[in-house]
């Protein structure tokens, strides 16, 4: 009894943390402990292919804590009963220095500079600005506060729409984005996934867009219709920073590779050097609030 292991985590400094539950450590990559019976709280792999598929071996599972923050895809192996947490807050940082890194290179054109340096050519010419440019923020949550304050220092003009309207914080709602999308420079959508969201930007949304303007996604890939994107950027009416992509990984030889203004990263805007410490210190303080009894930080299922 006193070897059961009653925990899982991804990496082995955690064990520590909370030592009356003689965790395991399965980092998604080396085999996991051969005896998953006694484990109550999961802590997945952070960015692996693998690890939800051990789920189903631990009947005594209380708690699955993801890392990332979007979690529509572990809904459905979830067993009844489970707390679900997910990781809002550890990639704030992260994802929004990716969103505004993309938004800077684009206005800025840094695509074009670095391909002009290969050639070893010098030739000016002066480019868009972030400064003074009106930056839509769709998915006003967590991440999208954090790009907020990126973005002030920058001198844009932010306007910020959640699902819901939220007057006394200056947040429109879904439902006005046909009257907001003509008058912006920057959309950036940071919109958790799922049935709700897919499709949400398609054709009709990116017709009402001005020429020339730049669409960034961070959030999920379906939210933005590919198809759609690829259409009005190969005609270079506008321009794209996609972080995130519907399919990933996007096919070798879809057309948007090659599409003009185009700026595509492969899913990284998360999990840059400061999420590790950060989910490091998450995770151990969930561990002792699991061992103390107390309630769990970021529940979005049970609790
Ligand atoms: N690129 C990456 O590596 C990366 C890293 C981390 C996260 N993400 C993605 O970013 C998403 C957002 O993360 P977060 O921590 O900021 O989440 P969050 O704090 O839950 O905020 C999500 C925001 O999106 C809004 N929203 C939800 N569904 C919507 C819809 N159908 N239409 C319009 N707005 C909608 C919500 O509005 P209400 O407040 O009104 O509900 C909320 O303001 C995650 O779910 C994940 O998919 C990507």
């Known amino acids: 009894m006193a070897d059961i292991t009653r925990a899982l985590v991804p990496w082995d400094e955690l064990r520590e943390a909370a030592p009356d539950l003689r965790a395991g450590v399965y980092d998604g990559v080396a085999a996991p402990p051969a005896d998953l019976s006694g484990v109550?709280?999961?802590?997945?792999?952070?960015?692996?292919?693998?690890?939800?598929?051990?789920?189903?071996?631990?009947?005594?599972?209380?708690?699955?804590?993801?890392?990332?923050?979007?979690?529509?895809?572990?809904?459905?192996?979830?067993p009844d009963g489970v707390t679900l947490c997910n990781g809002r807050g550890l990639h704030d940082a992260?994802?929004?220095?990716?969103?505004?890194?993309?938004?800077?290179?684009?206005?800025?054109?840094?695509?074009?500079?670095?391909?002009?340096?290969?050639?070893?050519?010098?030739?000016?010419?002066?480019?868009?600005?972030?400064?003074d440019s009106r930056v839509l923020i769709v998915g006003y949550g967590s991440i999208g506060a954090?790009?907020?304050?990126?973005?002030?220092?920058?001198?844009?003009?932010?306007?910020?729409v959640a699902r819901r309207p939220r007057p006394d914080e200056g947040v429109h709602g879904v439902d006005e984005l046909p009257a907001l999308l003509p008058e912006a420079d920057v959309v950036v959508l940071i919109v958790p996934g799922g049935p709700d969201s897919a499709g949400m930007i398609g054709a009709r949304e990116l017709a009402l867009l001005r020429d020339g303007a730049l669409?960034?996604?961070?959030?999920?890939?379906?939210?933005?219709?590919?198809?759609?994107i690829?259409?009005?950027?190969?005609?270079?009416?506008?321009?794209?920073?996609?972080?995130?992509?519907?399919?990933?990984p996007l096919p070798a030889d879809?057309?948007?590779?090659?599409?003009?203004?185009?700026?595509?990263?492969?899913?990284?805007?998360?999990?840059?050097?400061?999420?590790?410490?950060?989910?490091?210190?998450?995770?151990?303080?969930?561990l002792q609030r699991f061992t103390a009894g107390r309630a769990l930080r970021n529940v979005v299922v049970g609790g």
């Open 94 to 131: 992260s994802t929004a220095e990716h969103a505004l890194a993309l938004i800077l290179a684009a206005q800025r054109e840094f695509p074009k500079w670095v391909a002009e340096q290969r050639e070893h050519r010098w030739t000016r010419e002066h480019t868009g600005s972030l400064a």
């Open 40 to 78: 109550e709280m999961y802590v997945l792999p952070y960015a692996k292919e693998h690890g939800p598929e051990l789920i189903a071996g631990m009947p005594k599972l209380r708690v699955l804590q993801t890392l990332n923050a979007g979690y529509e895809e572990l809904l459905p192996l979830l």
């Open 146 to 160: 954090a790009l907020d304050v990126r973005l002030a220092a920058c001198e844009a003009d932010v306007v910020r």
């Open 254 to 286: 879809h057309p948007l590779w090659d599409a003009p203004g185009v700026l595509i990263t492969p899913h990284v805007g998360g999990g840059s050097a400061t999420f590790y410490p950060r989910a490091k210190r998450f995770v151990a303080a969930q």
């Open 230 to 248: 690829t259409a009005e950027t190969a005609s270079g009416r506008l321009r794209a920073a996609l972080d995130v992509m519907d399919p990933e």
């Open 215 to 228: 669409v960034v996604n961070v959030g999920r890939g379906p939210v933005l219709d590919t198809a759609a």
